[in-house]
């Protein structure tokens, strides 16, 4: 089973960049699913972006500011973030599905914070 931990959460102020980083302890070469989600206070899990074979996808809330993006041979996938609004805030959390039968695995999160 893979197992995925984020870095690069921290406190920014809005219209600031932070750059989230994911790092399995396996090859995501050839995972089918590879996500990341959101989580604020009082709210559930949200998906935010995605990279499947058939290519990425994003929330409609985060489209034109973040860039989902993977490096197969550093078995790392990132979330770059541009234009952070104080919306963004909660914990994000780094998702991997090795197949469709499979259970799909997460990181721990970290908090990002964007004030206003």
């Known amino acids: 089973q893979v197992q995925l931990a984020e870095s690069g959460g921290g406190l920014v102020q809005a219209g600031g960049s932070l750059r989230l980083s994911c790092l399995a302890s396996k090859s995501i070469l050839s995972i089918y699913h590879m996500g990341w989600y959101r989580q604020a206070p009082g709210k559930q899990r949200e998906p935010v972006a995605s990279i499947t074979g058939g290519g990425t996808d994003y929330a409609d809330s985060v489209k034109g500011r973040f860039t989902m993006s993977k490096d197969n041979a550093k078995n790392t996938v990132y979330l770059q973030m541009d234009s952070l609004k104080p919306e963004d805030t909660g914990v994000y959390f780094c998702?991997?599905?090795?197949?469709?039968?499979?259970?799909?695995?997460w990181g721990q999160g970290t908090q990002v914070t964007v004030s206003s």
């Open positions: 998702s991997a599905l090795a197949t469709p039968a499979t259970t799909r695995r």
